[in-house]
Every structure is written in C-alpha cells, then in structure tokens.
C-alpha cells in the first residue's frame, strides 16, 4: 500500500527558482526521508528528517515535518539544470518496518 | 561507500522463462529489499529480507520468490515470466533505521 503520496506530480521552473513538491502519508512514523532518481538510474538519499524534527536543513534542501498533519515539504533553492529528475518521500513506521515510497514528483528545470 | 549492484541493467525474457534478478551489497547490511517501479504507479515493494534465509512478503508478492542463501545476496526469482512482469526492478539495502542504498535497476522487458 502507498503510503506517501506527493504532490504535484510534475514541476517544471527556470534556473534559479525555488522548487517545492509536498507529501503526505497516513499513518504514525518513526521518520521521513527524500530521494531523487535521474532518469532510468537507481535512487539516491538526499535528506532524512525524524518524527520529533520539524526543520532540517542540507546544502541547498529544506525539509520541514508537520506530523499533525502528518505531511512534509522539500524545498530546493536557486534550481539548477542538474536537479532536474525525480524526487521521492518514504516513510518509516513505528514498527520500522520496510520504507513506503510515494509515486513521486517530477522536476524539470530548463536553463 | 556502500555498493550494491544488480547482475544486469537491461534484460529480455519470454513469456514463461524462469528469471533471476541478482543483488549484492558489501556493506554488511542486514535488511535488503526488492522493489518494482512502473509509471504512475511509483515504488512498489515485493519481498524484503532481514537476515539470511529470512524473507517477508512485501505489498506485490504474487509471481515472485525471492533466495537470500548470504547476507549479501539477495536475489529476486519470477517463476514464470509474464508480460505484466515487463518493469524496472530495483534492490535496495539498509542498516536499521537509516537510509536505504539502491542498486542502479535491471529493466526487465518479458516479450
């Protein structure tokens, strides 16, 4: 079962915008995390946030975690052509059971 | 770094060949994961693995097995190809409670 969903499906900005894609999950988490996958490759890790975390920051990533709501956003900053690809959150239960992507974000950013 | 490879990136099958997808890690994880990812549809899991000889179901089981003989091997087995088994395949893997290292994906075509 699905258990992040993010939204929008597709993003398309210039170089130098800001990009923001949100997710939401459904039930109780020990954490969220964010991926990106380059077209046709596997996934990489880009940021990890944990369920008593509201804020985390990495390079030119933002995460925030509102668990009342239960829902996250990523935030990339002064895009760049090479952050085009696919963007990912997963979430952890409680059980620590195996992480639940979400179907993803798509990121286009033209020069 | 941590490194997981999968035996092929691209594969061509018949309909009701027996095909083995192979993953390997060298960061003595102990968790490792079998995922297939199709558009739209995004990140589905089908089997996971915590320990050697150890497997659990994931969301999708159905027309899978999966072998874990070694902790870092994990391999992934469709018993009889069928066409709506034509994916990108992807293996994962993890320590507990961190980020999960994916393999760069064997895209299975099933003709």
């Known amino acids: 079962s699905q258990q992040g969903e993010e939204d929008p499906q597709a993003l398309s900005i210039q170089e130098g915008e800001n990009a923001t894609m949100n997710c939401s999950y459904k039930?109780?988490?020990?954490?969220l995390q964010w991926y990106r996958q380059n077209s046709g490759r596997g996934l990489v890790h880009l940021i990890l946030?944990?369920?008593?975390?509201r804020e985390k920051h990495s390079g030119r990533l933002r995460v925030t975690l509102d668990t009342s709501k239960k829902s996250s956003s990523l935030l990339i900053t002064a895009s760049r052509a090479a952050d085009t690809a696919s963007y990912f959150c997963?979430?952890?239960?409680?059980?620590?059971?195996?992480?639940?992507f979400g179907k993803g974000t798509t990121l286009s950013v033209s020069s | 770094d941590v490194k997981v490879t999968q035996s092929s990136r691209y594969l061509v099958k018949r309909t009701g060949e027996k095909v083995f997808l192979e993953c390997v890690q060298d960061?003595?994880?102990?968790?490792m994961f079998w995922y297939r990812q199709d558009p739209g549809l995004g990140l589905r899991l089908i089997y996971f693995?915590?320990?050697?000889?150890?497997?659990e179901k994931g969301d999708i089981p159905e027309g899978y097995s999966v072998s874990r003989e070694k902790k870092e091997r994990f391999s992934l087995i469709l018993e009889s190809a069928s066409t709506n088994q034509t994916s990108m395949y992807l293996c994962?893997?993890?320590?507990?409670?961190?980020?999960?290292?994916f393999g760069p994906g064997t895209r299975l075509t099933v003709t």
């Open positions: 994962a893997t993890r320590t507990d409670r961190v980020e999960q290292y």
């Open positions: 039930t109780s988490i020990n954490n």
């Open positions: 946030i944990r369920s008593n975390e």
């Open positions: 997963a979430t952890e239960g409680q059980a620590g059971t195996a992480l639940i």
């Open positions: 960061m003595d994880h102990e968790n």
């Open positions: 693995s915590y320990d050697v000889k150890m497997k």
